[in-house]
């Protein structure tokens, strides 16, 4: 779901306007729109510049040569990604694909990490957030590989939906993943997805509709 360019953005949090304004005075910004599908970064690619997702979202995939699908994240307003591979110099183990119509924030490290730059005021405040930015990855990282770990369709669909119950602190809510998107997180294919969410249904276990999704208790 397409989210609006005032969200906040992570790696400037806690940034003045002043150390904005000096961060695209010293060329390190600039801001690309893409639309809905769009290769942002491919695989096998040495990148330099972070990406923030300004509006709409972008999904990290894993695409094989036989034309196998994974996502392995999904970005959205005010979040970031390619941090790790721009800060290593190593290429990049995965492609990244507008999953909406976006507007990317680019942020190049090169400038950015100049040694002239150690005694700013902003230096260490982003240092901070890309720790954090980087802990948080890791966290979600995590949660995929326990999403994928159980080898039944409605054990992967079970933690899903109840990590995201625990996230938006409600048995009703929405994902930001439609059938094949949510088939391709879960390494699962999109017609036994589908057989499975049916079959949850008639258990009484979910309500669905698109990406709206309820939790039902079972006596």
């Known amino acids: ?3 609006t360019a005032s969200t906040p953005i992570q790696l400037f949090r806690g940034m003045t306007a002043d150390e904005l304004a000096a961060l695209r005075a010293a060329h390190c910004i600039r801001v690309q729109r893409y639309d809905k599908n769009a290769l942002i970064y491919h695989a096998g690619r040495v990148v330099h510049e972070i990406g923030i997702v300004q509006s709409g979202s972008v999904n990290a995939e894993s695409n094989d040569l036989w034309g196998n699908k994974s996502i392995l ?3 959205e307003a005010g979040q970031a990604f390619a941090e790790t591979y721009a800060l290593c110099g190593e290429p990049l183990m995965v492609d990244v694909a507008a999953a909406e119509p976006c507007e990317i924030l680019w942020l190049d490290l090169v ?8 005694a700013a005021s ?3 405040k982003f ?3 890309l720790l954090l930015l980087s802990m948080q990855k890791n966290l979600a990282l995590s949660q995929r590989i326990r999403c994928t770990t ?3 369709a409605r054990g992967r669909l079970l933690t899903y939906l109840s990590a995201q119950a625990v996230r938006a602190g409600s048995t009703h ?3 930001p993943f439609d059938r094949q998107q949510l088939a391709d997180y879960l390494n699962l294919d999109r017609s036994a997805l589908s057989k499975e969410l049916g079959k949850m249904r008639d258990d009484g276990l979910i ?3 698109k990406n709206e999704f309820e939790l039902c208790r079972t006596e």
């Open 150 to 152: 159980p080898k039944s």
């Open 73 to 75: 994240s999904h970005v």
């Open 173 to 175: 809510f929405s994902i």
């Open 127 to 129: 240092l901070h957030n």
């Open 1 to 3: 779901m397409e989210k």
């Open 207 to 209: 309500r669905c509709r």
């Open 122 to 124: 902003w230096y260490p």
């Open 111 to 118: 400038p950015m990490l100049q040694q002239q730059n150690t």
